[in-house]
DNA sequence: CAAAAAAACGAACGGTCGTACTTTTATCGT
DNA sequence: ACGATAAAAGTACGACCGTTCGTTTTTTTG
């Protein structure tokens, strides 16, 4: 039982790697399994079908993102830091050089937004969540007072995800080596208006 | 002669269509072929392989991106008018009801960024030139001295297609209803930070 | 209107895909 | 240490992929 769990635990690791490179629907058992040293019979038998694959991969890539990228900034002190943590820990994500195929919710959001099933469902309900833990952070910094009382704190989640995407696309596509100075500036002009 | 030119322009139509939806890699020749009531093999005929296809269908998509969006933008009046023309007519695209697949340029982003080809060479082209018309169009802008003399208009640019991308994800992924006002917004803001 | 040229077709190819079976090998509880 | 059970391998399948090639149909041209 427990060698079962270890070896689905590293197809899972390096899937979600492949899938940030070649999307959910380019990961393909062959090369996962050959990747692995290992067959692609018993690497399927660990789940049953590709679509589950492809659920499980989100579901790792969401706990990875969650222990990276969360946790890091909720151990920050609430408020402004807090948020700036998030923004920090966010952006490094975007260009960790352990994942150099890029960041999976990305490629999976482009991928399944006009594709129903399971995978699908998941990504935009851990987006959304995603989406109301910034706001909440940015209520935090509400309270605070670092921000202004009367701020729209979905908007400026909003915001925060488009310098992100931003971000990515010149970093990723055309390879620039100044986005991140440019989503730094955003954000704190973003910052600078909230305040 | 001319009857071939035709019927290629068909094919580009309908997989400039197809691709916003499945992507260039997932835009298949049988598919494309039975829905143009033609076969296979007449199809690929036009092209001499499935890249050249692929490329071709960007030049396509460019081509409708620089009649549909841009030239009415630069028929605007310079300055501040031709930068709101130009943001208008962009969500417009973004969601065009003829285009129910999405954007292919931001399927074709996330899907050719770490692939070389000719269809990213040209991909990257026309993306870095799409940004330099931007930061010009926002450079008349400041001739005007509708927007400040020290306004940075690369950065502006990056912002622009952020909030853009942030409305895309929105709008296809989330199938909300807000993103067109939240984008609004932030544009209303990024143009207020820049007078 | 016939000859030449272009366009479309049909069938087949080697390859890869996800999936279903059966068989072999490894792990684990007793 | 052995029998039960889980994990992995092996094989085969039908479907679809891009591509090739020879043939047929359509269009253009002199």
Chains 1, 2 share one sequence.
């Not at 060698?3 to 492949?18: H, Q, S």
């Not at 923004?87 to 490094?92: E, K, S």
């Not at 959304?128 to 007072?145: F, M, N």
Request: hydrophobic share 45%.
């Amino acid at each position: 039982m427990t060698k079962g769990l270890e070896t689905k635990d590293r197809i899972l690791d390096r899937a979600f790697r492949i899938a940030g490179r070649d999307g959910l629907g380019g990961l393909t058992l062959s090369t996962l399994a050959t990747g692995l040293g290992m067959s692609k019979s018993g690497l399927f038998a660990h789940f049953r079908s590709k679509e589950e694959l492809q659920l499980q991969v989100l579901e790792t890539a969401t706990a990875r993102f969650q222990e990276a990228v969360i946790a890091p900034a909720v151990k920050a002190p609430r408020g402004l830091p807090r948020l700036r943590k998030l923004f920090d820990g966010w952006l490094r994500w975007m260009s960790d050089p352990a994942l150099p195929g890029g960041c999976i919710f990305v490629a999976a959001a482009v991928e399944l937004d006009d594709r129903d099933g399971k995978p699908r469902d998941f990504l935009v309900a851990a987006q959304r969540q995603l989406r109301e833990t910034i706001a909440r952070i940015a209520r935090t910094a509400v309270d605070t007072q670092e921000l202004r009382r009367d701020l729209d704190c979905e908007q400026l989640a909003f915001e925060i995800y488009a310098i992100i995407l931003g971000y990515n696309h010149d970093k990723r596509l055309l390879r620039e080596d100044r986005p991140e100075a440019r989503a730094r500036a955003a954000f704190a002009r973003l910052l600078a208006d909230a305040s």
